[in-house]
């Protein structure tokens, strides 16, 4: 059984909007702060949104605020990115990962070497006409 799943990635124009889904199986998802990462191509892992267990603290990367909204249900075992006003520069393929709280979350999302518990595979975004 696979930890952690993403889903909802696709084409989209842009303008668009997507919502990703990252479900948790195998361990007390609320007891994890989640981050989403993005990884484009010819470029290094970038930290695009994180988000707390229980407490709800939120982080997101300059390059996004105001688009994307990251949320969690707990009840779900799921976590989510919702992302608006798609550009092409958001293209890339896009991964959760859950790490164990106590954590810091802007530290989960800009630390390269923060260790994380689980990982999924990734789901792709394109955002082209």
């Known amino acids: 059984q696979t930890p952690l799943v993403e889903s909802g990635g696709g084409l989209v124009q842009p303008g668009g909007s997507l919502r990703l889904s990252c479900a948790g199986s195998?361990?007390?998802?609320?007891?994890?702060?989640i981050a989403w990462f993005r990884q484009a191509p010819g470029k290094e892992r970038e930290g695009i949104s994180c988000?707390?267990?229980?407490?709800?603290?939120?982080y997101y990367t300059n390059s996004v605020k105001g688009r994307f909204t990251i949320s969690r249900d707990n009840a779900k075992n799921t976590a989510y990115l919702q992302m608006n006003n798609l550009k092409p520069e958001d293209t890339g393929v896009y991964y959760c990962?859950?790490?164990?709280?106590?954590?810091?979350?802007?530290?989960?999302?800009?630390?390269?070497?923060?260790?994380?518990?689980?990982r999924g595979q990734g789901t792709p975004v394109t955002v082209s006409s």
């Open positions: 990962a859950a790490a164990l709280e106590p954590l810091h979350v802007p530290t989960m999302c800009t630390y390269e070497r923060f260790e994380f518990q689980y």
């Open positions: 195998g361990f007390i998802f609320g007891y994890y702060g």
């Open positions: 988000i707390a267990g229980v407490e709800g603290t939120t």
